[in-house]
Structures are given as C-alpha cells and as structure tokens.
T-cell receptor, first 115, second 115 residues
C-alpha cells in the first residue's frame, strides 16, 4: 500500500517570491507520481507527472518537481509565483503493475499568493 | 478536456434516502473511478471500474455501491444516505496501460449535502 504526506496544509507567500510545496510518499514498489491543482470551486487538473527517466519534471506554467527516490520525496517548486497560482495543490502516487492505476492522494496544500 | 460530465452537480437530500450520482464519459476510456473530497483528507477512492461490469472497492467503500453496465457510464449509489456522506464527489477516468494511460483526468464534481 502507498501513502502520501504533504507536509504543509497552508503556504502563504507574496507575489514574485519562490515557493516549495513538500510531498513525501511511502511505497514498497515502484511508483508514478503526480501533482494536481484545484482552483476554487473547480475540479482537479493535472499539473505534472513523473513516470520514469529524468527526475526533474516541468509544467507549462513554470512549476517543476523533482523525484528523489532516496528521500521518497516529490516536492513542487516555482521560482516566482503569481496571484493566479492561488489554489489547492495535491500530490498523488500510483503503483505500477496490477494496481489498476488507483491514486493515493495527500491531504492537500493551500497556496495563497498575496500581492 | 477529457469529456467527463457528472450529474447532478449539486444535490441536497435527507438522511436515509437513496442517492445515485452519474459519471458519463465520451471517449471510451477503460478505467473509471469515484473519489470523495473532504477537508484535511484530500481525495479518497470509493470504488473503481476496469471494464464493463468489472468493479472493485476502494479505501472508503462502506455505504456505497457502483454499477457500470456500459463503457460510458459509471454510477455511484448511496443506499441510505447519512450525514457523514456529505462531501464533494469526483469521477475520474484513465486509459489502459497499452494506450499510454498513466494519469487520471477528473470531472467537475458533485456537491452532495445530506441533512
């Protein structure tokens, strides 16, 4: 079984400042890792994913995440945030093989960007 | 847009009544999932389906049943609604592995209130 821990429930930050949202996971098998974003009163959107290969993955809107197998982490970073990045962010893990692609989510981190 | 719709989008019901939520997809995806979202818990898997009439339980399946009689529809039924089932319910889809499907895509959600 997998588990995901998002270490911060809320992260306030000023516009144009850097931000890091932390995610740790546990699993006895190889995993696929995802970050989803949820804007107020909307569904979840895939932000980025790690399947294999390069441990640094990037999104189209400037976010990046690095898979660290030894620390079982998949932290999300952005060097300069914008007001529009205000949202809730979810880290999720899926085991490969016969897991049917089931996702285990973290508790979520609310990112609030202040002007 | 993964072509997922959920109905109804909002529902208020009384304790003890049965409730059915519908998830409809238009792109012939093999896997479908039902999650519930609650503050502090992220999203938790209720049930999932890996084909027509093929379903299985997730992490929080007590009090819920599902059916999938055709590829495009996945129904979630609360047999006798309780106040603890007040939540936002999300449907998600995923392609099969052979189609390169690793990530899930989510519908807009159904907000259910049990009074």
């Amino acid at each position: 079984a997998q588990s995901v821990t998002q270490l911060d429930s809320q992260v306030p930050v000023f516009e144009e400042a850097p931000v890091e949202l932390r995610c740790n996971y546990s699993s006895s098998v190889s995993v696929y890792l995802f970050w989803y974003v949820q804007y107020p009163n909307q569904g979840l959107q895939l932000l980025l994913k790690y399947l294999s290969g390069s441990t640094l993955v990037e999104s189209i809107n400037g976010f990046e995440a690095e898979f660290n197998k030894s620390q079982t982490s998949f932290h999300l970073r952005k060097p300069s945030v914008h007001i529009s990045d205000t949202a809730e962010y979810f880290c999720a893990v899926s085991a490969g093989g016969t897991s049917y692609g089931k996702l285990t989510f973290g508790q979520g981190t609310i990112l609030t960007v202040h002007p | 847009d993964a072509g997922i719709t959920q109905s109804p989008r909002h529902k208020v019901t009384e304790t003890g009544t049965p409730v059915t939520l519908r998830c409809h997809q238009t792109e012939n995806h093999r896997y479908m999932y039902w999650y519930r979202q609650d503050p502090g818990h992220g999203l938790r898997l209720i049930h999932y389906s890996y084909g027509v009439k093929d379903t299985d339980k997730g992490e929080v399946s007590d009090g819920y049943s599902v059916s999938r009689s055709k590829t495009e529809d996945f129904l979630l039924t609360l047999e006798s609604a309780t106040s603890s089932q007040t939540s936002v319910y999300f449907c998600a889809i995923k392609d099969g592995w052979w189609a390169g499907g690793y990530e899930q895509y989510f519908g807009p959600g159904t907000r259910l209130t049990v009074t």
